[in-house]
Nanobody, 115 residues
Framework: QVRLVESGGGLVQAGGSLRLSCAAS????????MGWYRQAPGKQRELVAS???????NYVESVKGRFTLSGDNAKNMVYLQVNSLRPEDTGVYYC?????????WGQGTQVTVSS
């Protein structure tokens, strides 16, 4: 079982920035990757960015150049720096962690971008 705790969401104006953090509890199994998903109202949850323990990152096209994902393996934490926010970035952002056996989710943190 991996417990994920997110923080850092909020209400910002378009063009603003936020830093989302996710802390993962210790796991009996190695965490292979962590990332952030988001779900906008009325839409499916989508991957925003992910990072492997080796440091390889992957971003959805719409956030490239604006969002930066980083990780601290020693602390089991990931950080998502979100810049140049747009109203379409609004949604609930969920932290995700994957082991070889399961995927785990945080409770989500709301990001609202006003125009």
């Amino acid at each position: 079982q991996v417990r994920l705790v997110e923080s850092g969401g909020g209400l910002v104006q378009a063009g603003g920035s936020l830093r989302l953090s996710c802390a993962a509890s210790r796991s009996s199994f190695r965490i292979n990757a962590m990332g952030w998903y988001r779900q906008a109202p009325g839409k499916q949850r989508e991957l925003v960015a992910s990072i492997t323990t080796g440091g390889s990152t992957n971003y959805v096209e719409s956030v490239k150049g604006r969002f930066t994902l980083s990780g601290d393996n020693a602390k089991n934490m990931v950080y998502l720096q979100v810049n140049s926010l747009r109203p379409e970035d609004t949604g609930v952002y969920y932290c995700n962690a994957e082991t070889a056996y399961s995927a785990y989710w945080g409770q989500g943190t709301q990001v609202t971008v006003s125009s």
